[in-house]
């Protein structure tokens, strides 16, 4: 087999941190207009305004707090059947983004998110539309499975593993970009308002600018036709069966176990958002204040990941310092913000503050540290998130292999977030559900550290693309044959 075929089925591609490249073919880049339209960061880019017009959207209705309503209990069931759909949905949707392409993907993806967003309206137009509501957060759950995992194949096959962290960082900046826009439109319209819940022009502005999120996948290059910066080619899903790719789920897993010890860190990687949106902005803070801090929080991400995206793709460290160094500062911002928040938490219960009592306003004495810990709670959210994906990324450059880790990821992450989810929905204390979300991190942290230290190598080796090195029935062909076929 020559160099040339080796690298159209994707094997070993991805040059190396210090630029190296090892039995790979390099391949011509278009120019001009069309240079610019297929080169990786463009297309990143375009993936990232897909996220910002529907999760960025969605993250910034749900971080106002009960999906900005007055009572969450209707919020957190949806949530609730959301994340179980999810869960599920993500497990096999590396399968299906492999077979029906990332594009495809990601357009079935988006839908959900314009569906969950109007029935919002739509209970607010009919109070009693709550099962509608509950209905489409369980649709969201299937859709939201199919997306993000085409995203995560997507924004962590592009780049060259010098530029993983940056590739990462500028996607989370303009997703969340999402929620800023959001939570700017909910503070303009609601800056005047005293009350708990948000009007029917909130839910409208949300809607039109998901429906436009949702056409961005059809304008999107093939991934078949991406070329690195480097050179090398992209790889691209190529197995012919459901059966075969089903099979390639099982190999990534059975090849690479200690993907296992990141499931804890998965599990807990949405789980700090009950307590952050919930118990903590929807139960202390009026309409006003939750769409200021709401602003507040997803500006914080954009700071947040572009911090620890330039941390991780720091040239002159060593990739395997730079993931210790992503672990140490993870583990003091946990701290950090939760012993911070523990101090506010221990004052007040669910029946000291019900539903329809008066919340605190922006001007409100001790209004600003409240604030300035919502800021650091989403700098910590994009940390933990951006951190999550570039381990998966320092494992593999197979899009294959990452639309498998990547739906892994999503299904655990929305496991954890359907049951505390849920826990909310039936009344479990603030203070049960703020403990487990910081027991939780730590053990997310503690299950990583050896992973880390055994799995994390300076550059991914031919030896490490098991799917890449499946041929069109399920068999793995041994690195050391590829190598003597190409030279």
């Known amino acids: 087999m020559t160099d040339v075929a080796e690298n159209e089925k994707g094997y070993g591609s991805g040059s190396s941190d210090d ?6 073919a390099v391949f011509e880049r278009p120019t001009g207009l069309k240079g610019l339209y297929y080169h990786p ?4 880019n375009m993936l990232g305004f897909v996220c910002f017009m529907c999760p960025g959207l969605f993250n910034a209705l749900n971080g106002l707090g ?7 209990t209707t919020s957190a069931n949806a949530n609730a059947a959301l994340y179980a759909t999810f869960a599920f949905s993500a497990f096999f949707a590396g399968s299906i983004n492999n077979k029906l392409g990332s594009r495809l993907t990601l357009l079935l993806g988006s839908t959900g998110y314009a569906l969950y967003i109007g029935s919002y309206l739509a209970m ?7 099962a509608f509501v509950i209905a489409a957060g369980a649709i969201l759950g299937i859709c939201a499975g199919l997306l993000w995992t085409a995203q995560g194949s997507l924004m962590l096959s592009y780049p060259t593993e010098a530029q993983k962290g940056r590739f990462i960082g500028i996607f989370w900046s303009i997703f969340n970009l999402g929620g800023v826009v959001g939570a700017a439109v909910s503070l303009g319209i609601n800056f005047h308002s005293t009350g708990n819940s948000v009007g029917n022009g909130t839910y409208i502005g949300f809607l039109v600018l998901t429906l436009i999120g949702v056409t961005i996948p059809l304008i999107m290059a093939d991934p078949q036709k991406m070329i690195r910066t480097d050179g090398t080619k992209v790889t691209t899903p190529r197995h012919p069966s459901w059966k075969i790719e089903i099979y390639s789920l099982y190999v990534a897993i059975r090849t690479d176990p200690l993907i296992i010890m990141l499931f804890p860190m998965f599990f807990a990687s949405n789980w700090f958002y009950t307590w952050q949106f919930n118990e903590y902005n929807g139960a202390l803070f ?5 769409s200021l801090n709401n602003l507040v929080y997803w500006i914080s991400q954009i700071i947040g990941s572009l911090a620890i995206g330039f941390l991780l793709d720091r040239k002159t460290l060593s990739r395997r310092v730079r993931a210790f160094s992503g672990w140490t500062l993870l583990f003091g911002m946990v701290f950090l913000v939760h012993i911070w928040a523990y101090i506010y938490q221990k004052d007040y219960t669910r029946a000291s503050i019900p539903p329809e009592s008066d919340k605190m306003d922006i001007f409100d004495h001790g209004y600003v540290p409240r604030i300035w810990l919502y800021f650091f709670c989403g700098v910590l959210d994009a940390m933990w998130q951006i951190t999550a994906y570039w381990i998966m990324g320092a494992m593999s450059n197979d899009a294959a292999k990452l639309a498998h880790f990547t739906g892994l990821y999503k299904s655990i992450q929305s496991a ?9 929905a039936i009344g479990l204390p603030y203070m049960n559900i703020f403990l487990s979300t910081w027991v939780l991190l730590v053990a997310g942290l503690v299950f990583a550290l050896p992973m880390i230290h055994w799995r994390v190598k300076e550059h991914t080796e031919l030896e490490d ?9 399920g068999h793995i062909i041994p690195a050391a044959e590829l190598k003597e076929g190409g030279t």
């Open 465 to 473: 693309e098991t799917i890449a090195r499946m041929d069109d029935f």
């Open 66 to 72: 009960a999906g900005g309503q007055v009572d969450s």
């Open 19 to 24: 630029g190296s490249q090892s039995h790979q």
């Open 41 to 44: 960061i463009t297309q990143v």
């Open 416 to 424: 954890g977030a359907a049951g505390v989810w849920r826990a909310d």
């Open 286 to 290: 009026n309409i006003r204040a939750r």
């Open 124 to 130: 607010n137009i009919h109070p009693n539309a709550g």
